[in-house]
């Protein structure tokens, strides 16, 4: 069965920006994301194969609204409490 990501042949999702944008963030918060990333990974807390399926495990609704830095971020709040590090809902606000 396909995942929310996998939408290879779907219609209706508009069109696809493809202007240059030179910034690799836009919000100071989404570089600290993929420092997080690569920190944990270092770790080997995950790999970056958990993390993909972390990812394309979020709840259609949920991965649709989401940003793709804001993917990530669940993502690895996903696998911090699967592998213990963090108690379930210990980063909720």
């Not at 030179?22 to 990974?41: I, K, M, Q, S, Y």
């Not at 270092?42 to 790999?47: H, K, V, Y």
């Not at 194969?49 to 394309?56: M, P, S």
Request: hydrophobic share 40%; proline share 3%; charged share 25%.
């Amino acid at each position: 069965m396909a995942k929310i990501n996998d939408v290879g042949g779907t219609q209706g999702f508009g069109a696809i920006d493809t202007t240059d944008d030179t910034e690799p963030f836009h919000a100071d918060w989404e570089a600290r994301v993929v420092g997080l990333f690569n920190a944990l990974r270092a770790q080997g807390l995950f790999n970056t194969n958990e993390f993909r399926d972390a990812i394309e495990s979020m709840p259609a609704k949920e991965y649709l609204a989401a940003s793709y830095y804001e993917r990530w971020f669940t993502a690895i709040c996903a696998l911090l409490e699967r592998k213990g590090v963090i108690e379930p809902g210990e980063l909720d606000g």
